[in-house]
């Protein structure tokens, strides 16, 4: 009878939706801190790199033309701010302008899309993940996983980056919003007047 | 041997760990879209009630000293941003003065908290699970969930609560960039030069 491996299957498979709940809860937390844009960006490569076990993970962001590297677990710390892509060019431009997930479980440094990607050790990584980071419907940055062996993302990983690639764009929305912005008390009547409210009523 | 019912029972709780997955996928992806917050809000007390199979969900915002009923299943629309508590009365001003989730299994209307709640049907109901609404480390509303009969939280539900409490006020806080800060491209150095990056160069 086949119980008890299906039983073990199960456990395995309950632990790992318990961590990426989890995941998703501490991302969630960061959201309301007021830390510094760039360690709450260090904080989601750290829980990415734990939960989804990959050897890099890098977020760039948008910056007029280019991609600009700020954070991630792989570069030295000088490569931070400092590394820029085109977005014109290598697998990670092409998800900022195509806005898609891109998956690759093999040989991601032969794709076409790659092309001096930059000129990171992690650009000779088996295995690559991208996902868009999307902030009220705009492509603000993308967000990169690599192994370095060959890794089959599973859908559920792909889902995560997406879910996680959207938390990103709100976290880069509210540190753009100034402080008086934030002292403001939020009115409902301006709300309801400004027509935030008003439209379903 | 107990194997087959642990294994119906870890089934159970697979697939509702699924469910609260897919409603955080559904909540960020509620973040992304640019519809207006009212919608928005509606969206989400709807899928909190589906999930949780509760029967009454309401979101209160912060109003200078009172909070405004802003969206619920229960209440008819004419009590949308008409409903109004002072935040010194109520289970639900408690939550907002306190910061603390609130947990009531049964007789929440007794509560020496409860108090002239409101005039909702819903506050005749036995069980009240209510979590405040927090953006960038402020209050800025509560959020109720309330079943007719007796009902015992579970850790989980109050996590789940916190977190959706957490993710309502990310949302808030997004309806209120204005339209102008929205166009501006992300500047990176901006980012950079005002420290919001700078902090752990």
Redesign the interface.
């Given at each position: 009878m086949e119980?008890?491996p299906?039983?073990r299957e199960?456990?395995l498979?309950?632990s790992r939706?318990?961590e990426?709940?989890h995941l998703?809860?501490r991302i969630?937390?960061l959201?309301?801190?007021?830390a510094?844009?760039?360690?709450e960006l260090?904080s989601i490569v750290a829980l990415l790199v734990e939960y989804l076990e990959c050897d890099s993970c890098l977020i760039y962001?948008?910056?007029?033309a280019e991609l600009?590297l700020?954070a991630s677990n792989a570069a030295p710390?000088s490569a931070?701010?400092r590394v820029r892509l085109s977005m014109e060019e290598g697998l990670t431009g092409w998800v900022a302008r195509n806005r898609r997930l891109v998956s690759i479980s093999r040989d991601a440094f032969n794709d076409a899309r790659f092309k001096s990607f930059s000129e990171l050790e992690a650009d000779t990584y088996e295995a690559f993940l991208s996902a868009p980071i999307?902030?009220?419907?705009?492509v603000?940055g993308v967000l990169n996983v690599q192994h370095k062996l060959p890794h089959s993302y599973t859908g559920e990983e792909m889902?995560l980056l997406t879910?996680v690639g959207?938390?990103i764009?709100?976290l880069?929305?509210?540190?753009?919003?100034d402080r008086s912005?934030?002292e403001?008390?939020?009115?409902?009547?301006e709300?309801?007047s400004g027509?935030?409210?008003?439209?379903?009523?």
């Open positions: 119980t008890v299906k039983l199960l456990e498979r309950l939706l318990e990426e709940l998703f809860q969630s937390r959201m309301v801190r007021e510094p844009l760039s360690q260090q962001l948008v910056d007029g600009v700020c710390q931070i701010g999307i902030a009220r419907n705009r603000v889902e879910t959207e938390q764009g709100c880069l929305l509210l540190a753009r919003l912005a934030l403001r008390t939020l009115s409902i009547e709300m309801l027509g935030l409210l008003a439209a379903s009523l």
